[in-house]
C-alpha cells in the first residue's frame, strides 16, 4: 500500500510503522520517494529492511518533522531488540 492509497481505502488515521524490504529494482523508489511520503504522514516509524546486507535501518520522526535515523543494525550477527513502536526482537537469516 502507498501512503497515497491510505486515504482512499478509508483507514482512521496512518499507520504506526512502515517496512520496506529492498530490492534491486525498488531501491531507489523505497529509499527517497516512500521515505518522504512517509514523512509527510507522519508516519511514527518507517524501517527499511536490506536482504543483501541483512541490515535493518530504523528512522523516527525528529524535531523538524522530518526523519532522523535512530538505529541500523546488521541483524545476522545478533538480534536487534526495539520498543517502538512496539517490543520487537529482529534477527534476519540468509
Do not use: C, H, N
Not at 57 to 80: C, H, N
Request: hydrophobic share 40%; glycine share 4%.
Amino acid at each position: 500500500m502507498q501512503v497515497g492509497d491510505a486515504r482512499d481505502r478509508r483507514l482512521s488515521g496512518v499507520p504506526v510503522l512502515a517496512v520496506e524490504l529492498l530490492s534491486d529494482s525498488s531501491r531507489r523508489y523505497d529509499l527517497l520517494l516512500k521515505r518522504s511520503r512517509y514523512e509527510r504522514a507522519a508516519i511514527p516509524s518507517y524501517w527499511v529492511v536490506d536482504p543483501d546486507t541483512l541490515e535493518i535501518t530504523i528512522w523516527e520522526p525528529g524535531d523538524a518533522g522530518t526523519y532522523v535515523e535512530v538505529a541500523r543494525e546488521l541483524v545476522e550477527q545478533r538480534p536487534l531488540a526495539v520498543d517502538r513502536p512496539f517490543p520487537v526482537t529482529l534477527r534476519l537469516e540468509r
